[in-house]
């Protein structure tokens, strides 16, 4: 979010219920955020669960996590169920993600969000949270895609790069945890995030 939009935001909705999002982040603190989905399109599918970890102090604190499983309110097919590996019966005493977020958000405070294509994570949550504040999340943002790729670019100028998670944990030298779950797919985002970061 641009500065200038996050300063006004702040000036509209400071004092309200959601103030503390506006709050200063804490330095070198991130927390690692991962959605699982009925789909890819940000305009009719749905949450089906959401994981958030906290990166501090050279640890991805798993101890600390925020973790749920979320009812889509819709159906899901048998490719999505194979993406992930949750059935329409595991998510079917979950609540909605309307009364997850505010747990979420209490949780989260203004630290730094992180993440692997965090731009569509946030394009499915961006209309719940618009609906319980009346604005997007103004949190700082880090995508560990683009920092991967300004690392390669830099020591490999030419040649095409793999900016899957696969390929960056690999490139880390780091093990891939529980691929296509919420909170594998966040800790392991953490993990690389610190890699790359005691690399700079």
Do not use: C, Y
């Amino acid at each position: 979010m641009h500065p200038l939009r996050r300063w006004w935001l702040a000036r509209r909705h400071g004092d309200g219920d959601w103030g503390g999002l506006f709050a200063a982040p804490p330095a070198r603190e991130w927390v690692s955020l991962d959605l699982e989905t009925t789909g890819l399109d940000t305009g009719s599918d749905a949450v089906l669960s959401l994981a958030a970890v906290p990166v501090r102090g050279g640890r991805v604190r798993l101890s600390e996590r925020f973790e749920r499983l979320v009812q889509p309110g819709r159906d899901f097919d048998i490719e999505s169920i194979r993406h992930h590996r949750l059935t329409p019966t595991d998510v079917a005493d979950a609540v909605p993600l309307a009364q997850v977020l505010p747990d979420f958000l209490r949780w989260l405070g203004p630290r730094t969000l992180l993440g692997h294509h965090l731009a569509f994570d946030l394009a499915m949550l961006d209309p719940h949270v618009r609906a319980l504040t009346g604005f997007p999340l103004p949190n700082p943002r880090v995508e560990l895609g683009q920092a991967w790729l300004e690392r390669r670019r830099w020591e490999t100028p030419q040649g095409d790069i793999d900016l899957s998670l696969e390929a960056i944990a690999a490139g880390l030298g780091l093990p891939v945890l529980a691929r296509h779950t919420a909170l594998g797919d966040a800790t392991v985002v953490g993990l690389a995030w610190l890699a790359l970061s005691a690399k700079a």
